[in-house]
């Protein structure tokens, strides 16, 4: 049995085996299988190929038969963008086996699949996924990509070392009279940031289970894999911030994703299984997405080496320095310190107006009623740790593309619901994407046992930020019983001596055992169902023919929206993502007298039977048949024939 916040699931029985995550193998094996199986109303299919050559899976389930799919409005579900986000992959699986099994037998699934279209990608970062059956676990969200993380003209060349042999990559706490934490007296395996206001001293520095490879004062700032693809989009792409690419759409993978979405205007909702929220937590009533609570030690550990990709000296005396300037050589190339340069000059011109970053006060009710309706489904009602969703495809979703779109981890933990705070605005600093992880501070001379950290002295002080739910996590996994965090190991370290190594297991944190995602699967499905119900829809719902004598007609017609949503929700108004409805009388121009054009357009219209009228005076004859058709490109299309007389 699973247990998520009140409601207790019985693991449904699935039609294949999803006892354990899958690698890329396993997963093409079974959607194969599924589709196979289903050809009827699915297909599957592959929208471009990743750096180590897997595919990126489509799978399209709708019946063919009836109006032409890409004119229906459409569904699209995507996950494991982030390499580490399993459970996304699992539960897009899931969806997928409840569509296709579910057709047959349930009234609702076959309305949907016969009147509208879902388009699958269960894993969007096949290469990044593959690394957690890799023999050492890193927790890697990054995909296959070489990245410079330290700006040093270098790639890949300093990643972590499994020093206690465990085969997993977690954190190491180091005694150090300068570090910036302290053993958290609530709950002793963890640690807190020291609090000088409180007469609080530092006695630990954190940093990420390893060795400092390449020799320039940072450990493991620049591991193998590169970019996060939920960083990667285009909203509030957080320039130089770490994993988040060269520049948006940098990877095959955000390119070929983009590439697909664009041809497909029709999709009307986006649900997407990731590490942040707008489901579990709606936005609040100024639009703000609730706070990203992530987990401490990893952000302490991060934090460590926040400054390397600004340092960009390669070392050169001394260990192999360079005769340069101070004893460094400044790196060129396309390292984020010259970008960031670049940009901050004096020529560079701020836009007229800003890129939204809350959702439209008048959009909040959908998000509300659809996040209400997921909790009731799923009964997930409190959040995993989550993250800051700069650059997500979720955002870009909504602010771009104009559509509804939702963001899930798919799970939850059993903790006190007002333990996840909302509304909380990040600062001016973190929303230009350029502020370190919490608790950011150089690496100090005493770790180095005398050096001084590369570029000297320490680094800026970070924005302060919302404190993680280290403590509530690790009591959910106590009070379950569940593995997931490392007790602290004393091992030895090349440089520091004796080394503390533990924490949070990787992928314990963004994935429940995956023995439990089977009834969150169904959940999920049923969710995609009733989401599906929300669709606007335009219809012709009626016409009126008054016959004036000498060959002059009057028409009325009325256009209703017989859906829930609008045709287009405010903000793609707004952005203008959503082109205007359309409403034509298939009519020679010059046989309308007054009244409406033979073209008319409306941004958009309210659902719940909300309608637009039209009125033509046209010439005609009679018995002349007139075709008066509407057409949405969220909302479907209508058409109906006239005959005057």
Do not use: C
């Not at 994993?243 to 979405?261: F, K, R, V, Y």
């Not at 979720?394 to 939850?412: A, E, H, I, K």
């Amino acid at each position: 049995m699973f247990f998520i916040g009140m409601l207790v699931f019985a693991p449904a029985v699935l039609s294949q085996d999803l006892s354990s995550y899958q690698n890329y193998e396993s997963l093409t094996g079974d959607l194969k299988k599924l589709v196979s199986a289903h050809k009827d109303i699915a297909k599957m299919e592959s929208i471009g190929k990743t750096l180590e050559g897997r595919d990126l899976w489509v799978v399209t389930i709708a019946n063919q038969k009836g109006v032409q799919v890409d004119e229906r409005p459409g569904m699209f579900i995507g996950a494991n963008f982030e390499g580490d986000h399993l459970v996304g992959s699992k539960i897009s699986l899931s969806v997928i086996d409840y569509l296709l099994k579910n057709y047959s037998s349930d009234e609702a699934v076959k309305k949907s699949i016969d009147e509208h279209v879902y388009y699958i990608i269960p894993r969007m970062n096949p290469d990044g996924a593959e690394k957690m059956f890799a023999g050492t676990k890193t927790g890697s969200k990054t995909n296959a990509s070489e990245y410079d993380g330290d700006n040093d003209g270098r790639m890949d060349e300093d990643g972590p070392e499994d020093l206690n042999k465990d085969g997993l990559i977690t954190v190491m706490r180091v005694k150090d009279e300068n570090g910036s934490y302290l053993i958290n007296k609530e709950e002793p395996r963890l640690l807190k940031k020291a609090d000088p206001s409180k007469g609080e001293e530092g006695i630990y520095s954190v940093y990420i289970e390893g060795f400092d490879n390449d020799n320039d004062g940072f450990i493991n700032e620049d591991p193998g894999g590169g970019v996060d693809l939920n960083r990667n989009f285009q909203h509030e792409y957080p320039y130089y911030q770490d994993d988040a690419g060269h520049h948006m759409i940098s990877e095959n993978e955000s390119i070929a994703l983009m590439e697909w979405i664009i041809k497909h205007r029709n999709i009307a909702i986006m649900l997407n299984f990731g590490e942040s929220d707008n489901l579990i937590v709606s936005p609040n009533d100024k639009g703000i997405l609730s706070s990203d609570r992530g987990i401490d030690l990893k952000n302490f550990a991060a934090a460590s080496y926040s400054e390397a990709g600004k340092v960009g000296m390669m070392s050169t005396g001394g260990r192999g320095r360079f005769r340069g300037f101070g004893g460094m050589f400044r790196m060129g190339g396309t390292g984020r310190q010259n970008q960031q340069s670049a940009q901050t000059s004096s020529r560079y011109q701020r836009p007229a107006r800003n890129p939204e970053t809350t959702v439209n006060a008048d959009d909040l009710e959908f998000f509300k009623k659809v996040g209400d309706q997921y909790k009731e489904l799923t009964g997930i009602k409190t959040q995993p740790p989550l993250r800051d969703p700069k650059g997500a495809f979720f955002q870009y979703g909504y602010y771009q593309f104009g559509v509804l779109s939702l963001s899930t981890p798919g799970w939850g933990i059993d903790m006190p619901e007002d333990s996840t705070e909302t509304g909380r605005r990040p600062s001016a600093g973190e929303r230009r994407g350029s502020a370190p992880p919490s608790g950011a501070t150089g690496r100090s001379r005493a770790a180095f046992g005398g050096r001084s950290m590369p570029g000297g002295g320490q680094a800026p002080a970070a924005t302060p930020q919302k404190e993680g739910i280290d403590k509530e996590f690790l009591s959910w996994l106590d009070k379950n019983n569940k593995e997931g965090f490392i007790d602290w190991q004393t091992v030895s370290h090349p440089e520091f001596g004796e080394v503390e190594v533990g924490g949070f297991s990787p992928y314990a944190v963004n994935n429940p055992p995956a023995s439990e995602v089977a009834a969150l699967g169904e959940a999920h499905g049923k969710f995609a169902v009733w989401l599906s119900g929300l669709y606007a829809q335009v219809k012709i719902a009626k016409t009126e023919v008054i016959d004036h004598g000498g060959g002059i007609f009057r028409i009325k017609a009325e256009v209703e929206n017989t859906g829930f949503l609008p045709t287009a929700l405010n903000h793609g108004v707004a952005s203008r993502s959503v082109k205007p409805t359309m409403v034509q009388l298939e009519v020679d121009p010059e046989s309308i007298i007054s009244g409406n054009a033979k073209t008319s357009f409306f941004q958009s219209l309210a659902g719940s039977g909300n309608r637009e009228k039209y009125e033509w005076l046209i010439k005609g004859k009679p018995g002349d048949q007139i075709e008066l058709k509407v057409v949405a490109q969220k909302a479907g299309s209508d058409k109906v024939k006239i005959t005057l007389k």
